[in-house]
């Protein structure tokens, strides 16, 4: 979809697409947001986890190119375990 800026009319397009993720804790949603803008492009990973009553959420991004989906792993494993050390 598209998002007119009411102040300077520039047009931002938002997309989001399923992203390639392990599955983690007890259920796992992950995705990939890229938001398109008239001189750069931010995207976005987000990956939500949930471990027994609790659920985390880790973000990823970067602008004008691909975020380190091992970075993002890595952060998520990060949050279970300490999730997991709370009990």
């Given at each position: 979809?598209?998002?007119?800026?009411?102040?300077t009319g520039?047009?931002?397009?938002?997309?989001a697409t399923a992203l390639?993720?392990?599955?983690?804790?007890d259920r796992t949603l992950a995705l990939r947001l890229t938001i398109r803008?008239?001189?750069?492009t931010?995207?976005?990973d987000f990956v939500v986890v949930k471990v027994?009553?609790?659920?985390v959420t880790i973000a990823?991004?970067?602008?004008?190119?691909?975020?380190?989906?091992?970075v993002t792993e890595e952060a998520a494993r990060a949050?279970?375990?300490?999730?997991?050390e709370q009990g």
């Open positions: 979809f598209e998002v007119e800026q009411e102040d520039n047009t931002s397009s938002y997309e390639g993720f392990p599955q983690l804790g803008q008239t001189f750069e931010m995207t976005m027994g009553h609790n659920t990823n991004g970067t602008y004008n190119g691909t975020p380190n989906v091992g949050a279970i375990a300490g999730l997991e």
